[in-house]
Each structure stands twice: as structure tokens, then as C-alpha cells.
């Protein structure tokens, strides 16, 4: 679809429009952002997708601090986007809500949960959008609607006024048209100097992110990979993902799936059981099915759950120079078509476990990523990922700015 | 007063008492411990040290991750402990639950707002106790208890089920009698593999940290201090807080404690200010002060303080190598007197900005400390506080191990 003629009701991407004036300026003077409704905005309640949800809250009394920031450095805010229920899906089929236009794919799903944010984008409605990822809800999202997504360091981002999930995993980051304003956005929201490098020492392709891909994924992908030894040169080397975890066997990423479900579903019950006990939402079909994985989990598994976690992301930062990135595909299939959700098991070769092995890295790693939208197969967006060493968020957005500058030169 | 005759009913340190048997067994077979109101057992309210707060809240249906880990590794949970309103103090006087006793100093304040854990423990009716930390609600009540605190690196251990304060700078922690319990414990939180050094390349004793404290708190110290140069020697030297962060003027630690505030009162608001809008809560004439410095805040501030804050941590981070400790007094003064709240101003040299400017260096850098129990002025206890590198958190209690075994021998 020409994006220069979708309007906002044609996006289905807001659940409502306003213009909130920067407070200040700086490097984002007039640029426009939404923000997903699981992130606070004065005056308005934050619905997370699910309307007992929004009416059993009241409305925010402040900006989240990630909103403060941006409206300080010169953004204009103007609406609030689409969430899959609190925050649990990587679809962006909302049942109360319609699913946001995936406008490169009409007729596939936008991914979620911030699926009205990277709709609003790609649409080009704004120039950049914020959206929240505990297991791939920027990352995935990003993927499908062919536009840049960064999930931030772990910690990297304040989380105040943003709704929990998982603490150990929830991040706030971007969705971006150009990897220019990505950077850009990226580095008020981090706080942080800019750096000047932007040669990665080692790029490391993980073997087993890519072999897990389909086919088209694969060949869509070989392109981009070409383009990175080209520019990049003997930096880019094969890995296996045995080589990330010192002493840990298995050549799959089954136990990182496994470690970051048992984490997601113990740390989901405790910040939502309580509520969902007491005021007895009504869910749509997939999310339902989701918190009955959650509150099926065995929580003696939780203690062993965290000592992997722990072990697998000092390793991976102690493997990872800092001018070091990793590479895999965002996501192993393209995006699915819409009203055909996959099966909701994490176990498998389905579309969520191999989903969840390529965004459980950063997960559980703690490390940045940003997906760039590099490649499409039978013209439906396909991204590649770059990962860094957690903390060297700056560094890896400087690199993909170089790539969208280099790649397609 | 003799610890080992004081009741749970004297003490005034619980909220409820209970047993809850371990889920496995492991490093923390028989011993018992307490979970400070702020954080999640499964079938009972998390009240927060505030009546409206409990009663609008259901109960907990699954018990915070920190709990999981602890009844996993062995341990027994007896009972929740009071808190400060919604962990908004650093004294321990709760207008609706009473002052936990202080055993080392009756007529002193025990310290908050994790004060009925550091009771509880301080009383020896357990072996240790689960608090929270944001701006020093465990180090300030382990420092006046003359008990070991532990404040681990931000976002080392798992925030799920526990109420947010401030999330930028929220932590889970432990208090204890013994520095080995403390480890033990802290060990499982962290999920981490032990370590086997504990000699520090260096111990940067900061000048204007113990400048700072009043004169009877700096002669307390110089004992300890002393023991320091006894046992490590040269590595032990004087430095100050301007080598800490490169490139900016400054010989105070006044714009650490302003840029912890707004960060810290921006937060609040977020994750607060709607409740008390609808709720109309009944506070406590101290918290009510407190919350009318998070009101006043102009929040076009944030987004300089996070930036100031940014680049502290990471010059922190940066300073600091994987060896390398910073060692200043706990607090500046003595446990107040009961009855007698400092006022709640920030700045000047009050007991509240003293404080938060040792506090706030762990909150802004990010970095783990432990509060060690070394001395005493006038039969009052007088903590010691250690501090290291983010991640090095092993490496500390490892330390603080060796330091219990010679300082006193």
C-alpha cells in the first residue's frame, strides 16, 4: 500500500489522537511520536489493550519518564497506540481493538504486542513511536511491518509509568522509519554521549538462528549477509551458539527458550495474577491461552530458571568485546497471515518457540538489539538482527546507522 | 538489651507471623527468615506500611520471585515485617504500625523503611530478612541495628512481586546477624556461581564521605579504618569524590543527591500519584511531607538528572576495576532519637540530604554495597559501608566474609 495516503482511522493503529507540546528542545525538535497504551501519558488511562483493564484504572497522573524525555529534547506526542492485551503476544490481533494495518503486508499481521506503534510508523503517521519488549513485542513487530526496532540494554531505559510484565525482561524502546531517527531517539532515551566508532571488531552469525529460519527466511536473508562481508570484511565469522556458554552443551536453543519461559510466566503471575483473580477479565482466545501456560507452571522450577539465566548472560557478556555484535534473523518465519494465530505452545518447532529462541538471547543476555529492515521474501518484510555486548547500545546504533547508509549504496 | 529474651510481640517488627515450609533443599537449610511488607507471599496482602494501601489492594496470589528462590534454597519464611509508608522513609516510624524496636539503641529509631526486617533480625527472631533498598530503606536500618546489609547491583536480583518505589533504582536485599548468612543468602538471590577472591586491588576511602558525618560517627570509624590498612595494607587510600567522575567540577556530593531526587520523586509520581489521587490515602505527617516534595517536583528536570545520572554510572563503572572498592560511613549520624523526625528537606545539611548523598552513590552507579556492623559511639552502632564495580557483587560479600573473620580477631 502507498503509505502516503493511509489515514490514522485506516491504520486502525491509535486508540486516540491528540497534540502534546514538547517541553523543551533539542535533537528531536519537530519530529512526531505515538506512544503504546502500555506506557503512561498525563491525563490519560493506560489500557494495555484490554478494556477491564483500562476500567479498572485510573488515569495517569504523569508522563513516564521516557515520555518526559522525549517531549524535553523537542518531540511532539500525538496519540496513543494499540496494544495486544497487556502486553502478551507477538501477533498484534487485538480482539477488542482490530488489528493496526500492517501496510507492507495488508494482509498478514503487524506482530505485536506494539503493534499500533510499528503500524503507526510504517504507516507513516509518525515519524517514530515508542513500544515496549519483554520477549520480541518491539523486535518482532519491527520484522514484520519493515521498519527499525531497537530493544535497549536491560536497565538501560527508565520503566517508571511503563505497565510491568516481567521486570527481568521488560525493556521500553523505539520504532523508527530510518535508523537516523532511531539512533537519534535512542540516545535521549539512554541519556547517554554519542560515541564515533562504528566498526564492529567481530560480527558473530550464530549458526543455529539462522538454520531454525525457513527457507525464504534464509535465502531473503543471504543478501544482507552478503552485503555485511562486503562492507565489513573478514569481521564477519560463523559461530555456533555452543561457543556463547562456556561448558554448557547443546548445540539448540531449547534451554534458553525453556529459561526464559519459566522466568516470564513465574515474574507474569506475580505482577498480574492478583489482579486477574480478583477482577476476572474477559481475554480474547490466544491471551487466554497464554495465562494458562502462566498459571500452569510448576514455580520450583523458578530458582534453577534464574541460575541459567544468570550463568548464560555473564557468559554472553563476557564473550562479547565491546565492539562485538552478534547476528541472527528477528524472526524465524515471516509474518502470519491474519486470523491464522499460530499455536501458543512454547515447546516444538512452531512459530513461538523458534520465535522465542532468536528474541530470548537479548532477553536473557540482557543485550541491546536493533532489527534492521534489510530483506523481503515474495515482498513481505524480512529483518536481520544485530545484537552488542550489554551497555554498548550507542556503538550498535551507530552501526546500523553506517549499514542503512552503506547496505543499500 | 538482651536479644535472646525479645518476643515477636515486643519486637514490633512484624506484621504477621506464619511458617511456610522450604520448597527444596539447599544452602539455606534451616534457617528462618522474614519478608518486609513490600514484597509478595502468596495468600496474604502486601500492605505496604499503609492501611488504604492494603485495604485496596487483593491479596497476593503467587509468592515475588525472591521468595521462590529463598524456599527453594532450603529456607523457612515465618512471617511479613512492617515497613515505612509505602518504603517512603529512612526512620522507621510508622504512625499506624508502631516503631519496630531498636534492641542496640531502645530509644533510637530503628531505621526505614525496611525497619520491622532489620527488627526482626537485630531481635535474633530470625536468621535473616528480605528488605528493599531505593534510596537506603536496608543499609540505613542495618547501620542503626548494627546488623549487615546488602544492597545488591541494580536489576542483579529479581524486582517481581515486590511493590516499585522508583524503579531506576529499586533493589531486593538482605539483612542479617552474620556476614556468612548474608553471603549465603545474597548468593541465591544473585543466582551466582561463588567466587574465591576477596583480596581488593584497591579500597578508595572517599574524603568527603566521612567529611560529611558528624564527629562522634568519624571516631567510631577510624577503628575500623584502621583494621582496613591493618589487613590490606596499601591497598587502602584516600581519594576524592572529584576522581570519581571525570571531568566534573565539584567537591560535594550536592548534585548526586539532587539529580537522585528528581529521578527518584519523578518516579514515585509515576508509580504512585494515580493511586493517591484516587485512593485519598490517610498518610502519616512524615510521608505526607515526602509526598509533597514529589509533587512540587517540575518535571522538565528529569530529563537533565537522567543524563547526569548516566554519566556518573558510568564514570563509576568506569573508575572502578573488577577489584576495586569505595568505602564511606553508612550514614552521617547516629539512629535519631524517637519522636524526634529530622525534617524532610533535601538540600542543607540536614540528617535526610547527609544521608542520600552516601546513600545515593550505590543508587546512582549502580552499585552493590554492604553495610558492615564495625563499630558503635556511645553503645550506638556505627556502620561501615563498602561499595564495588556493578556485576561485583560476589567479589563484595567475599570481603565482607574475610573482614567479620579479622577485623575482630
Not at 506512544?35 to 508522563?63: L, Y
Not at 524525555?69 to 506526542?77: E, I, K, N, P, V
Not at 522509519?177 to 564492529?200: E, F, G, I, M
Request: proline share 7%.
Amino acid at each position: 500500500m502507498n503509505r502516503s495516503t493511509i489515514t490514522v482511522a485506516q491504520s486502525n493503529a491509535f486508540v486516540s489522537t491528540f497534540d502534546l507540546s514538547p517541553t523543551g528542545s533539542g535533537a528531536l525538535d519537530g519530529l512526531r511520536f505515538a506512544v503504546k497504551d502500555t506506557i503512561d501519558v498525563a491525563g490519560f488511562k493506560t489500557g494495555c489493550g484490554n478494556p477491564t483493564w483500562r476500567d479498572s484504572h485510573p488515569p495517569a497522573v504523569a508522563h513516564a519518564v521516557c515520555v518526559e524525555q522525549l517531549l524535553r529534547a523537542g518531540a511532539h506526542c500525538v496519540g496513543k497506540t494499540v496494544s495486544d492485551e497487556l502486553a502478551l503476544s507477538l501477533l498484534g490481533e487485538n480482539q477488542f481493538y482490530g488489528t493496526p494495518l500492517n501496510p507492507r503486508a495488508p494482509d498478514r499481521v503487524p506482530g505485536g504486542s506494539s503493534s499500533g506503534s510499528a503500524s503507526a510508523v510504517a504507516c507513516g503517521l509518525v515519524d517514530f513511536a515508542l513500544g515496549t519488549d519483554t520477549g520480541g513485542s518491539i523486535r518482532v513487530p519491527a520484522n514484520n511491518c519493515g521498519i527499525w526496532g531497537f530493544r535497549p540494554s536491560h536497565d538501560a531505559v527508565s520503566v517508571a509509568g511503563v505497565n510491568p510484565l516481567a521486570p527481568s525482561f521488560d525493556s521500553v524502546g523505539v520504532l523508527a522509519q530510518s535508523a537516523d531517527v532511531l539512533a537519534k531517539v535512542a540516545r535521549v532515551l539512554l541519556a547517554s554521549a554519542p560515541v564515533s566508532t562504528n566498526k564492529p571488531a567481530t560480527i558473530h552469525v550464530i549458526r543455529e538462528g539462522f538454520a531454525l529460519a525457513d527457507a525464504h527466511v534464509q535465502r531473503a536473508l543471504s543478501e544482507p549477509i552478503r552485503r555485511l562481508r562486503e562492507i565489513f570484511g573478514g569481521a564477519v565469522r560463523e559461530l555456533s551458539v555452543r561457543e556463547l556458554v562456556a561448558g554448557d552443551a547443546g548445540d539448540s536453543f531449547a534451554k534458553w527458550v525453556d529459561t526464559f519461559c519459566v522466568i516470564q510466566w513465574a515474574e507474569i503471575k506475580s505482577g498480574l495474577g492478583a489482579w486477574i483473580a480478583n477482577a476476572k477479565p474477559e481475554f480474547g482466545p490466544e491471551i487466554a491461552a497464554s495465562f494458562q501456560l502462566v498459571d500452569q507452571l510448576d514455580h520450583r522450577l523458578v530458582a534453577e530458571a534464574m541460575q541459567v539465566r544468570e550463568q548464560y548472560s555473564r557468559s554472553l557478556n563476557q564473550f562479547l568485546g565491546p565492539e562485538d555484535l552478534l547476528c541472527i534473523p528477528t524472526t524465524p518465519a515471516l509474518a502470519p497471515l491474519k486470523g491464522h494465530p499460530p499455536p501458543r505452545s512454547s515447546s516444538g518447532s512452531g512459530y513461538y518457540p523458534r520465535t522465542l529462541s532468536l528474541t530470548g538471547v537479548a532477553g536473557i543476555g540482557r543485550l541491546p538489539q536493533v532489527s534492521l529492515p534489510m530483506a523481503e521474501a515474495d515482498s513481505v518484510p524480512v529483518g536481520l538482527s544485530l545484537l552488542a555486548r550489554h551497555g554498548q547500545d550507542s556503538f550498535l546504533l551507530e552501526v546500523a546507522k553506517r549499514l542503512a547508509k552503506q547496505a543499500w549504496s
